[in-house]
């Protein structure tokens, strides 16, 4: 199949940030690129400086699914460059890098040295993440997100998706906005704000004070947003959220995705990607994938 | 780097989570040892490694609507099952809603496990005396180094009260015993004893697990003495494999990730165990 | 205790739209006034004109959750005057009436007709409800808020509650302008937008195409709005979203609630309300609800 | 109003969830039937009426991390348990997360109820004769109501196959049974027969439970002879007493919950069974 010009075997992704290929390799060593779980691989996201990340503890598990406070640690940009992009490059699937810039100058400097390596498939922007307080908001605010597009958009040549911010009261408009300002294709949703507390002291369980909820828990409100954000925008979507079957994969395919990415169901099974993969196809052979009458 | 902190020894685990069969679990004490069998697994996983666990079935449901992650359990035993695989064997800890599911599964059902992960205990340097320092359910990843080094191993390990002694029968007779109410063994912490061990033989090599504030004791007492020391460390995952950043505790060089990068650290990688 | 200036014997209500007292009292007869499981009853949210609510199916079951899209059906003003009031006065606890208005105008005249009642406490303005798209609107920002408060605010003498949307990027900005506008206490989360599709015909599963998220998913989302508006607003906040347990309740009130609500876990259990009193009575008996080091 | 529309009998329930104790789970063909013992529960619930039921352990976890809401059934036989309270039957068909979970349940453990629930089905007018009618597990309700006529109630259910025609043993031999595989009682829908049944007897009433599409063309076939039918509806339900609006049907007076205006209605309250 074809994602914003780019060539993939299948339509499933990892969400930025819950895969770490480097070090899944470690752990599995060759048998990962031999059964490589995902159709494209997405980096997790790197800032132009490098980055140590929010004070532990960074994780909360919640009702069907988990708040994350990881605070985007990484390399930076020259970190990534001379570190991380040899090693992605031997992945068995193409690479998408994801990056976030906390103004323009940064983000330009970012897509324009990730875009000129040829290693490179496909960049991600996450104008959305809700661990940077920037983060939530451009990517809930039209103006801003066109901004920050059209700030990026002549520095590659290279397909740009844009990640939406879920916490945007209407991501249609966002989306269209991204579109207009040049995006190649829109990813949502990124995790929802949240926040728990220590059960005997009641002070914030999580070092940084709050964080983002992910895995099933939100999976409705993705479904939601995947839907409204596709009545808006012709680019392609990349769906995500709560994903953790082939049926939830479909569904996110007939609310208006082209392609889904795996997030949070991964860490309870590093080959959810692959199963879920095999669950879509079966579906799709069954012809229950994308039923005429659907929504699309 | 100092010797060290050389990358301890990992075994590779396949990239997927796969379905052991539980072959039951057994009462032990305050504790429950539960037994499976991993069809395919690697054979070899070390002492110090760890496996991801849930429940086949029922995942979830428990207490708060939890558990949803799997959860992590280093083995306390692995041998080659006469029918192909490895049994293995896990003390568990009830103290919350995941491993009270793992405590209630029964023989024949479906264990879902991911593993080995993470580094284990390096061999001590030749001619130095392993010396195993465990506090609790700490003892989990103790005792298949103990099993290991085939009795040439000091053994001392610290309970709060009688019922979790009983962890200590499996080190055999041989295992020194503190107890903070005196139940069984020494009236004490692991601690107390600890120094005059150390005092009487700088050769060794400490291994240690248990509770943070035992294992920063250890750290600082070794430390003190210039005795190497591997700590194997416990933090909160959601994925064990490196994936989600998650897990990370403070070391010399910063955040590492204790399930890639750990659970066992080099005791000098840290200014002091959090 | 005290709730914007009315005497409650705790702090557990029920949320709007989750508890007819009406058809419970024809399940459970005179039994449900003796153990009534809430120190104030709040009722379904009241419109000026009757509305029928949504066509079925108005249900889907979420992870640790669901979505639903009952449209908000109820007799209108008048109905509700003459022959609901009646019966409500009937309860043990004091009661608290929400309304929801499409304009200014139809605003002003719900609170005026509901205000000028003695049976009623207190009135709590709905502007979030996600099944009416006004309510998305109004509720999610802070202008359009505090218009409509400042609208009805001189309309009645009795404490006003403003119901907050949780589709807001800024709950904190919205019940501070709530706050000068003249509200006496914010309620929130009222449910995140979310849908869920058919199964085999992948359509949208609810008759009304999406609905609102509810329950223990939604929870930690809930608990950090709660802390956000906390920061910004000094008058009383009644928390709620996926409350379950006494645990749950001291959560919300350590991170800022004065009262807290039980929605979704009474349809588990009609008498949740009850449970969850006396856990959070245990928990401050034991001084483990509100420790000193907690958030507030 | 008519008669008919006159609001059906309904027992009160506690107004609180309980907790009862399971009996057992007895395989009947392509169905459960689940005996709980109710101890405090009301002696005299209606037929017709239903309980809402949860698994009092692990409720949820289950496919697609649910069951979440408690599950509305029937009770299809009630009887005062000798140790006080009262004995349920439930006949459960797996169908889903929340069924398979019910129908795992073990003797001695814990089923969360909470009912009777809704307006059960009102006795016949006198001198009419009761004419039960039903299709697949819809026969549930039918069997408390068979018991409580003592016989003189006429039995025609109508099943997929072979396997689920094993609830109509409940019945006792008076029952006309048909398959849509002919597998048991005569081939073909339980529609076919129940025309001459009803030009045979203009004074019966029926009392009918099953698929919607049964259950329309059973209102319109009634409709059409001017004889009296009550039928039992299903619909998705998150509460069971009326707190969500979430169950509701159209009728000729608008929309109604099933939860509280049913699950039974008299058939001239609908234009048609959606
Ligand atoms: C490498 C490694 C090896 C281990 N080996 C063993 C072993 O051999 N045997 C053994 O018994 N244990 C072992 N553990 C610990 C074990 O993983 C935990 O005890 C287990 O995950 C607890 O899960 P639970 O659901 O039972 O309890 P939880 O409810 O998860 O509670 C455990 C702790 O987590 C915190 N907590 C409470 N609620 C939440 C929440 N919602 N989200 C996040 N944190 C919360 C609290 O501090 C609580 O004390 C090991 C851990 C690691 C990292
Ligand atoms: C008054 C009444 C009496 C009843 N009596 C009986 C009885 O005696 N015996 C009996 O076996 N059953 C009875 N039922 C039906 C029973 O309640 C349902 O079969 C049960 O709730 C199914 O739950 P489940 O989790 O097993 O299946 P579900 O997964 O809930 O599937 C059941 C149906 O719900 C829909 N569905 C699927 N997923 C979802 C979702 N996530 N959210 C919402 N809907 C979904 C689909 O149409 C599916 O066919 C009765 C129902 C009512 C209302
Ligand atoms: C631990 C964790 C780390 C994440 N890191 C990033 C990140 O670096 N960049 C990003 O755009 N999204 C990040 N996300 C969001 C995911 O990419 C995804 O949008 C979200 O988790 C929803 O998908 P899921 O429910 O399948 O996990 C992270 C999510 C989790 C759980
Ligand atoms: C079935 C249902 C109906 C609701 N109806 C209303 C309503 O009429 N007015 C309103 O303000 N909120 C309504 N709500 C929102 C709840 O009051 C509450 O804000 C939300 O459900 C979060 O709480 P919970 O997770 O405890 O259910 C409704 C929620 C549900 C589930
Ligand atoms: S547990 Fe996920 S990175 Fe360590
Ligand atoms: S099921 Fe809630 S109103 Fe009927």
């Not at chain 1, 408009?173 to 005997?200: C, F, M, R, W, Y």
């Not at chain 1, 004070?209 to 939601?224: D, N």
């Not at chain 2, 029964?106 to 001590?124: K, V, W």
Request: charged share 20%.
């Amino acid at each position: 199949m074809d994602l914003c010009g780019v060539e993939l075997e299948g339509p499933v992704l990892n969400a930025s940030g819950t895969f770490d290929a480097i070090a899944a390799r470690r752990a599995f060593g060759d048998a990962l690129l031999e059964r490589f779980p995902f159709h494209a691989f997405v980096s997790k996201t790197v800032t132009l400086a490098a980055r140590e990340g929010n004070p532990p503890p960074r994780l909360w598990e919640a009702p069907a699914g988990m708040i994350n406070s990881i605070g985007l640690p990484n390399k930076g940009l020259a970190g990534f460059l001379s570190n991380d992009l040899p090693e992605l490059a031997g992945l068995p699937v193409p690479l998408i890098v994801s990056v976030m810039g906390f103004d323009h100058s940064e983000l330009a400097a970012l897509v324009e040295g990730v875009g000129a390596r040829e290693e490179v498939a496909m960049l991600e922007l996450n104008v959305s993440c809700p661990n940077v307080e920037t983060g939530v908001l451009v990517g809930a605010d039209p103006l801003e997100t066109s901004a920050a597009v059209a700030a990026v958009r002549d520095r590659t040549s290279k397909p740009l998706l844009v990640k939406l911010s879920p916490s945007s009261v209407d991501p249609g408009a966002v989306a269209l906005a991204a579109q207009e300002a040049g995006a190649d294709g829109v990813s949502l949703i990124n995790t929802l704000k949240g926040t728990a507390l220590h059960p005997q002291t009641r002070r914030p369980w999580l070092g940084a004070g709050s964080g983002g909820l992910s895995g099933p828990a939100v999976r409705a409100v993705a479904l939601e947003q995947v839907r409204s954000v596709a009545d808006r925008v012709a680019v392609p979507i990349v769906g995500m959220g709560g994903i953790a079957s082939g049926q939830d994969a479909a569904d996110f395919m007939a609310a208006g995705a082209h392609a889904v990415a795996v997030g949070t169901e991964s860490f309870r099974d590093p080959a959810a990607g692959a199963r879920i993969a095999a669950e879509l196809a079966a579906l799709e052979g069954a012809g229950r994938a994308h039923p005429p009458q659907a929504v699309r | 780097m100092t010797a060290s902190a050389a990358e301890p020894q990992r075994t590779l685990a396949p990239p997927e989570r796969r379905v052991a069969e539980v072959r039951g679990v057994r009462r032990l004490g305050a504790y429950d040892l539960l037994t499976a069998r991993d069809p395919v697994g690697p054979p070899g996983p070390r002492p110090g490694q760890f496996y991801m666990l849930a429940a086949g079935d029922r995942w979830g449901g428990g207490a708060g609507e939890r558990p949803f992650l799997p959860r992590a359990f280093s083995h306390a035993s692995a041998r080659p099952h006469p029918g192909g695989g490895v049994e293995l064997d896990f003390l568990l800890e009830d103290v919350g809603p995941g491993t009270h599911r793992l405590g209630e599964l029964q023989p024949g059902e479906a264990l879902m496990l991911l593993g080995p992960l993470g580094a284990g205990f390096r061999s001590p340097a030749p001619g130095t005396r392993p010396l195993l320092v465990g506090g609790g359910i700490g003892v989990a990843p103790l005792l298949c180094l103990h099993q290991e080094r085939r009795g040439d191993a000091q053994v001392l390990v610290g309970f709060r009260s009688h019922g979790h002694a009983a962890a200590a029968e499996l080190f055999g007779p041989g295992a020194r015993v503190v107890t903070e109410d005196g139940s069984v063994g020494t009236l004490g912490l692991v601690t107390e004893p600890l120094g005059a061990e150390l005092d009487a033989d700088p050769a060794a090599t400490v291994f240690a697990c248990g509770p943070p504030a035992m294992l920063e004791a250890v750290r600082f007492m070794c430390a003190q003495r210039g005795i190497e020391c591997q700590l194997a460390l416990e933090s909160g995952m959601a994925c064990g494999f490196g994936a989600c950043f998650g897990c990370v505790v403070e070391t010399v060089d910063g955040y590492r990730r204790v399930c890639v990068d750990g659970p066992v650290f080099a005791a000098n990688q840290l200014e002091r165990v959090p």
